[in-house]
């Protein structure tokens, strides 16, 4: 399973970015899939999380009300739209998938390169 995220970019805090993620595989529809970021000098953290058949989301904290977590299983993608963002949330965001798991917890098998996204103040 290969992974390609995209749609970072430079934003000013209070602005939107919408991050993809689309799958190579055709069976992605049986994949929950978790973004994840990590910020310079930091460990990586949990962000969001989508089950397979995008009706259960799961959020961190620092997002939740800010961040929704999407899938178009027809297209292979699943999104992440970000708003209200704030300079805080500059990284590199990932997107892995699960065959098995789902949530903050799983052992997210496939791993995308990641897609930077700095929000200046």
């Known amino acids: 399973v290969q992974l390609q995220a995209s749609g970072g970019g430079l934003v000013q805090a209070g602005g939107s970015l919408r991050l993809s993620c689309a799958a190579s595989v055709r069976t992605f529809s049986s994949y929950a899939v978790g973004w994840f970021r990590q910020a310079p000098g930091k460990e990586r953290e949990f962000v969001a999380a989508i089950s397979w058949s995008g009706s259960t989301n799961m959020y961190a904290d620092s997002v939740k009300g800010r961040f929704t977590v999407s899938r178009d299983n027809a297209k292979n993608t699943v999104y992440l739209q970000m708003n209200s963002l704030k300079p805080e949330d500059t990284a590199v965001y990932y997107c892995?998938?699960?065959?098995?798991?789902?949530?903050?917890?799983?052992?997210?098998?496939?791993w995308g390169q990641g897609t930077l996204v700095t929000v200046s103040s």
């Open positions: 892995a998938a699960d065959p098995l798991g789902y949530g903050s917890g799983a052992s997210y098998n496939y």
